[in-house]
C-alpha cells in the first residue's frame, strides 16, 4: 500500500528500517506522502476528531505508542502524532506516516492516519515547530506527555495544547512536576490538565457518589468517623486524590496525623494503606458507627464490588472497575471528553496531602 | 439532604435506588427492550445500587421462571453481552409478582411486598411503575395502584409512573388516560415515553440548534424552503403484527408520537432553559400551532394515505397489506401515511413542513431533513445546467445515526461547472463508542426525576387533537378520501408524489 521514500538522515540507536511504523518519508513531503495515502484506497474513509499528540522521552517508544494507538483508533478517531526524542545523541530527526484501519460496526473501513516523528540532539525550537506544522487544524489538540515533565515543556509549548495528559504516578518528584503545571495553569488557564492517576480513580468515585444517594447511606455522612482507602504501591497518588476528593466534596480540612476535621469540628481518621498485593485502588471504606460505606476492587478482576452494610442491612452491586494501564485509561478519558474542573478543586488540598508525607 | 460527591461528577441528572414494578412483565417488551436494558445499565455502573425489580403479569410463574426466560433472551439481545458475574446479582434483584391487572388483592400484596423492601432500607423507597402492559389495562392498573395507596410517595422519598404507548387510541381516550393519570400520579411524577426521543441524534437536535451559532439564523421562513421527515420501514406485518396494526394504522403508530415529536424539536423555539417544562413549554406550542386539516376536502388535499400491493423488497415477493397475516381483505387501514403539515407561527409561516411514514419501502430509514431555498441565481443561473439543488441539511435518526450537509461546489477544471457535494458526520466513524440504547437511557432519566425526554399531557392531547380530524375525515365522513395503493419496496403511492410537486418541492430520495 505505501511508496516507499529513502531518507538520507538515519540516526545510530534506531533500526534504518523500520516497517512497523509504515514508509519513511522526508519532512518536507508528509503531506504529500498522506495525500497519497489516501489516493491508493477510495474505500477507506479517513475519520479524525482530534490531534492525538503523544510524547515520549523512552528509547523505542515510538513502535509501543504505534501499537497503542492501533488499538485507541478503535474508538477514538483521530490525527496521531507520535514523537521520540533523545536528546543525548547527535541531531537529526526522521518521520514515518501510516494509518491504523478498523472495520467500524463490520460495515465501512475507517481510518486514522499517523504520523511519527524521531527527533534527536538538542536544536532549540524544533520540536515544536516541525510537529506542529502537521496538525490537523480546527480540531483539538490532546498532548499526552508519557514520563517526568522534562525541560521541553514550556510555556510556549503549553500555549497550544488544548488538553495534556500525564499520569502522576510515573513521576519521581510529582510536587514539582505538579507546581510547573499550577504555573502554566496560571498563564493558560483554559488548558485541561487530566491525570491518569486520577482517571484511576473513576468507578471509585462514581461508586461512592452512587451509594450515599441510598436513604440508609445518606445519613451516616454526617456522622462519619474512620476512612480507609488501599492501594498498591505505585498508585500512592490517586489514593491520596481520591482522599482529597473525600474531604474537598464533604467539606473536611485535613488537620494533620492522618486525620481529618469536619465543618462542625468532628475528627475523622483517615487511613492509607499501601500493599504489595492491593489492585491500583483496592478499597475505600467509609465508616459512621455500624454503617459502612465501600466500594472494593480485587486484583485482576474486572468488577468492583459497591456495598452498603447497616446492622440487617446489607446492599452490593457490581460496577465496572477502572482500566490499569495507560493506554487504556487515555481511551477511557478521551471518550469522556471535556473539562476537568473537579480536578482542578481537588488539586491544592491532594497537594496538601502529598506533602504531609 | 443533598449527596455531595454527586457535585461535579457527571453532567446529568442524579438516577435514585429504587424498586422498579413492571405491569406487562412476561411481554415482550419487558423481555426484549426494559430487562436489558436495565442489565445494560448495571454492567456500565449506571444502575444506582439497591434497585429492585419486581415483574407484575397474569400468568403462573415462579421467580425462578421467570428469571430463566429473561435471561435466555437477555443474552439474544443485550448490548453488551452476557456476563454472568453482573448478571447473577442483578437477576437476584428481579421478582416475579403474579396477579391479574383487576385484582385488587393483587396490589394489596404487592403493597405489602413494597413495605417489606422498604423496610429494609430504614421505612423508606422509592418507586418507579412501569406499565408496559396491553393499552386496555392501563384504567384498571392506575386506579388500583390509587386504590392501594402506591400512587402516593413516602416522606423523603417518590413514586413515578412510566406509562407506554399508545397513550390513546383518539383524544378523548387519550383525555381520559390523563385523567385517569392525574387523578394518580401527580403531572410531574408522570412519564409519558416515547423511545424516540432517547435516541442519540434527537436528542442532537437541541444541541445542533442551539450549540452551533451557524444554524439558528437560518432557521426560519426566510432561508428554508421546506422540510421533510421520513420514517421509511422495509417491513411488513411479519410476526402478528397485522392484529395490532389493523387497530392503529401508520397514522396512529408513528405519527401521532414520534415523528410529530421529532416535528416539534426541529420546529420549536429555542428554550428559556434545559429543565423538562422549559423544553416542553416549546414543544408543545409548535403542535398548538399546526394549521388543522379539519374538514375532509383538506384533508384529501394534505394527507395521502394508502396501502401496499404485492411487490419485492430486498429482491423477495412480499404480499400486499390485505393479503398480510391477521389483516383484513376489505381492511381501510392505511401502511402508509404522508402528510403536509403548516405551522402558523412568525418563523414557519409559509415553509411546508413533510412527514411520511410507510411500511413496505425499499429501506429501513428514519431521517430529517431541511431543504434550504436556492441562493439568487444571477451569477450561476445562466451556466448550463444552472444551479444544482439547494443546501439540504440532512439528519439521520435511524440507522447510521449521523448529519450532513449538501452544497454545491465547482467540479475541478478549466470550465466552471457545479455539482453538488455532501459534507458527511457519522456517529458510527467518529465515535467508535456505541450509544447506549434509547430505553437505557430514558429508564435512567425517569429515575432521575429528569422527564425532559418524555411527553407532557398537553403535548400528547395537542398531537390527538390534530390526528383525529384526519382520522374522522377518513373513517367518519360521507366525503371519505381515498386510499391510495403503492407497489410494495417503491418509495410509496403516486399521489404522495403529487401532493408535494405542488410546492414545487420533491421527495428526497434516500
Known amino acids: ?357 | 439532604m443533598s449527596n455531595p460527591f454527586r457535585e461535579d461528577l457527571v453532567s446529568r441528572n442524579r438516577p435514585e435506588p429504587c424498586t422498579v414494578v413492571i405491569f406487562g412483565a412476561t411481554g415482550d417488551l419487558t423481555h426484549r427492550k426494559l430487562i436489558p436494558a436495565l442489565y445494560n445499565l448495571a454492567v456500565d455502573g449506571e444502575l444506582p445500587t439497591g434497585v429492585n425489580i419486581i415483574g407484575f403479569a397474569r400468568r403462573e410463574k415462579t421467580d425462578e421462571e421467570f428469571r430463566l426466560g429473561l435471561e435466555q433472551l437477555n443474552r439474544k439481545v443485550s448490548r453488551n453481552g452476557h456476563d454472568e458475574e453482573v448478571w447473577n446479582p442483578f437477576i437476584n434483584s428481579v421478582s416475579y409478582h403474579q396477579s391479574e391487572f383487576t385484582d385488587a388483592a393483587g396490589y394489596t400484596s404487592l403493597a405489602k411486598r413494597l413495605d417489606e423492601i422498604d423496610a429494609e432500607r430504614g421505612g423508606k423507597g422509592n418507586r418507579l411503575f412501569y406499565i408496559a402492559s396491553a393499552p386496555e389495562f392501563f384504567d384498571d392498573i392506575l386506579l388500583h395502584l390509587k386504590k392501594a395507596g402506591l400512587n402516593e410517595a413516602k416522606a423523603g422519598c417518590w413514586a413515578r409512573v412510566i406509562v407506554e404507548k399508545p397513550f390513546g387510541t383518539d383524544l378523548k381516550t387519550a383525555q381520559h388516560l390523563n385523567q385517569v393519570v392525574n387523578q394518580t400520579f401527580h403531572e410531574a411524577d408522570t412519564y409519558r415515553i416515547d423511545h424516540y426521543l432517547g435516541k442519540e441524534t434527537a436528542q442532537n437536535l437541541m444541541v445542533l440548534r442551539f450549540a452551533n451559532a451557524i444554524f439558528e439564523p437560518l432557521w426560519n421562513s426566510k432561508h428554508i424552503s421546506h422540510i421533510q421527515i421520513t420514517c421509511a420501514e422495509n417491513l411488513g406485518m411479519e410476526g402478528g403484527r397485522g392484529g395490532y396494526y389493523e387497530k392503529s394504522g401508520a397514522l396512529r403508530d408513528m405519527v401521532q408520537n414520534h415523528l410529530l415529536q421529532l416535528l416539534s424539536l426541529v420546529a420549536m423555539e429555542p428554550p428559556t432553559d434545559l429543565s423538562a417544562d422549559g423544553v416542553r413549554d416549546e414543544k408543545v406550542k409548535v403542535i398548538r400551532s399546526l394549521r388543522q386539516w379539519d374538514t375532509p376536502e383538506k384533508v384529501a388535499e394534505n394527507v395521502i394515505r394508502a396501502q401496499y400491493t404485492a411487490g419485492h423488497v430486498d429482491g423477495n415477493p412480499v404480499p400486499g397489506y390485505r393479503e398480510e397475516d391477521r389483516v383484513s381483505p376489505t381492511s381501510e387501514t392505511e401502511a402508509y401515511v404522508a402528510v403536509r403539515l403548516l405551522i402558523d407561527t412568525w418563523r414557519w409561516s409559509g415553509v411546508p413542513f413533510y412527514i411520511r411514514m410507510g411500511k413496505r419501502l425499499p429501506k429501513k430509514s428514519t431521517e430529517i431533513s431541511v431543504h434550504f431555498k436556492d441562493a439568487p441565481s444571477v451569477l450561476f443561473g445562466a451556466l448550463p445546467g444552472g444551479v444544482p439543488g439547494g443546501n439540504v441539511l440532512v439528519i439521520r435518526i435511524q440507522p447510521d445515526e449521523g448529519i450532513s450537509l449538501r452544497m454545491v461546489s465547482k467540479i475541478p477544471g478549466t470550465s466552471l461547472r457545479l455539482e453538488p457535494v455532501k459534507m458527511d458526520f457519522h456517529y458510527a466513524t467518529s465515535f467508535g463508542k456505541g450509544s447506549p440504547e434509547a430505553y437505557e437511557r430514558l429508564i435512567l432519566d425517569a429515575m432521575a426525576g429528569d422527564a425532559t425526554l418524555f411527553a407532557r399531557r398537553d403535548e400528547v392531547e395537542e398531537a390527538w387533537r390534530f390526528i383525529d380530524h384526519i382520522e374522522r375525515a377518513w373513517h367518519e365522513s360521507d366525503n371519505k378520501p381515498p386510499m391510495a395503493e403503492f407497489i410494495a419496496g417503491s418509495w410509496g403511492p403516486r399521489e404522495a408524489d403529487d401532493m408535494i410537486q405542488k410546492d414545487g418541492n420533491t421527495w428526497r430520495r434516500l
Not at chain 1, 538522515?9 to 534506531?14: A, K, L, P
Not at chain 1, 533523545?86 to 486514522?112: F, N, P, Y
Not at chain 1, 508519557?146 to 495544547?161: K, P
Not at chain 1, 452512587?210 to 490517586?238: C, G, W, Y
Open chain 1, 1 to 357: 500500500m505505501f511508496l516507499t521514500t529513502p531518507n538520507s538522515e538515519m540516526s545510530s540507536n534506531f533500526p534504518a528500517s523500520c516497517p512497523e511504523l509504515g514508509i519513511e518519508v522526508p519532512i518536507s513531503a508528509i503531506d504529500l506522502e498522506l495525500r497519497k495515502l489516501w489516493e491508493q484506497d477510495e474505500a477507506r474513509t479517513n475519520a479524525s476528531l482530534m490531534n492525538l499528540v503523544v510524547y515520549s522521552e523512552k528509547s523505542g517508544s515510538l513502535l509501543e505508542n504505534s501499537r497503542i494507538i492501533n488499538d485507541l483508533t478503535r474508538d477514538n478517531a483521530c490525527r496521531a502524532i507520535l514523537v521520540e526524542i533523545d536528546r543525548e545523541e547527535a541531531a537529526s530527526l526522521r518521520a514515518w506516516i501510516t494509518a491504523h484501519c478498523h472495520l467500524s460496526h463490520g460495515q465501512k473501513s475507517v481510518c486514522c492516519e499517523q504520523i511519527s516523528f524521531r527527533l534527536t540532539g538538542r536544536v532549540p525550537g524544533r520540536f515544536r515547530n516541525t510537529v506542529f506544522a502537521h496538525l490537523n487544524s480546527d480540531l483539538p489538540l490532546i498532548f499526552w506527555w508519557q514520563g517526568e515533565l522534562s525541560d521541553v515543556f514550556t510555556e510556549r509549548l503549553a500555549s497550544v495544547m488544548d488538553r495534556l495528559i500525564v499520569d502522576s504516578s510515573l513521576w519521581r518528584e510529582p510536587q514539582i512536576s505538579f507546581t510547573r503545571i499550577i504555573e502554566e495553569l496560571k498563564v493558560n488557564p483554559a488548558l485541561v490538565v487530566q491525570d491518569l492517576a486520577w482517571t484511576r480513580c473513576w468507578q471509585f468515585r462514581v461508586g461512592i457518589a452512587s451509594l450515599f444517594d441510598d436513604a440508609v447511606a445518606q445519613p451516616a455522612l454526617e456522622s462519619m468517623d474512620q476512612i480507609r482507602i488501599k492501594h498498591s504501591p505505585s498508585d500512592r497518588n490517586t489514593a491520596l486524590q481520591l482522599m482529597a476528593w473525600l474531604a474537598v466534596q464533604a467539606g473536611w480540612k485535613p488537620s494533620g496525623n492522618s486525620t481529618f476535621e469536619t465543618k462542625t469540628g468532628r475528627k475523622i481518621h483517615a487511613q492509607i494503606e499501601s500493599c504489595a498485593d492491593s489492585a491500583p485502588l483496592g478499597l475505600v471504606e467509609l465508616s459512621a458507627g455500624k454503617t459502612i460505606v465501600r466500594v472494593s476492587h480485587e486484583k485482576d478482576s474486572v468488577h468492583l464490588l459497591r456495598e452498603i452494610e447497616s446492622g440487617d442491612y446489607h446492599v452490593t452491586s457490581l460496577s465496572p472497575a477502572d482500566p490499569e494501564s495507560s493506554p487504556d485509561l487515555v481511551a477511557q478519558q478521551l471518550s469522556r471528553g471535556g473539562k476537568n474542573s473537579l480536578f482542578l478543586k481537588i488539586l491544592p488540598t491532594f497537594l496538601e496531602l502529598l506533602g504531609s508525607k
